[in-house]
């Protein structure tokens, strides 16, 4: 890794298959990913599904890690893992085997349409909140402020811890 690694923080979820097995599979290619270093993974949540149509509850988790990788291209490594989980992109927020989502790259400030951050929707998410609460408590985001802040303000009423998977 070099000196121009930067933080990331991405949040992982499914909710159809074997769910944790993918999540785990999904944690070990990021970690397989040269460019890219695991730094902590959260406990896994089972959620109720935000939007969308009528589906199964979510796994979910969040992932730290550190790369040099610009941005763009670490989605198309993400959407390459995600496609090799066969996720399908064919209803929008509908049920998927694997969902990878960045949702901020060092403060990074994006409008791009593909590769919105910090993600638009994560500051009102308690799925991805608590989990990323969990492994770093003093983390802010950005235009949002700290997540411990916006956790207290989000709806949990959908969420609880449901195991872990390994780094």
Do not use: C
């Amino acid at each position: 890794m070099t000196a121009a690694a930067r933080s990331v923080v991405l949040a992982l979820g499914s909710n159809l298959g074997e769910r944790r097995d993918i999540l785990q599979g999904a944690v070990d290619a990021i970690a397989a990913l040269p460019e890219v270093q695991v730094m902590a993974v959260s406990p896994v949540y089972e959620t109720v599904p935000v939007g969308g149509p009528p589906q199964p509850d979510y796994l979910n988790a969040v992932l730290l890690a550190r790369t040099a990788l610009p941005s763009r291209a670490l989605l198309g490594r993400l959407h390459e893992i995600e496609a090799a989980f066969d996720r399908e992109r064919s209803v929008r927020w509908g049920p998927r085997t694997l969902d990878i989502d960045i949702i901020t790259v060092a403060g990074e400030v994006s409008a791009d349409p593909d590769l919105t951050l910090p993600h638009p929707r994560a500051h009102e998410r308690a799925f991805v909140l608590a989990p990323w609460h969990d492994v770093d408590q003093d983390a802010e985001l950005r235009g949002y402020g700290p997540v411990a802040a916006l956790l207290a303000a989000a709806d949990r009423s959908g969420i609880r811890k449901n195991g872990t998977v390994r780094a």
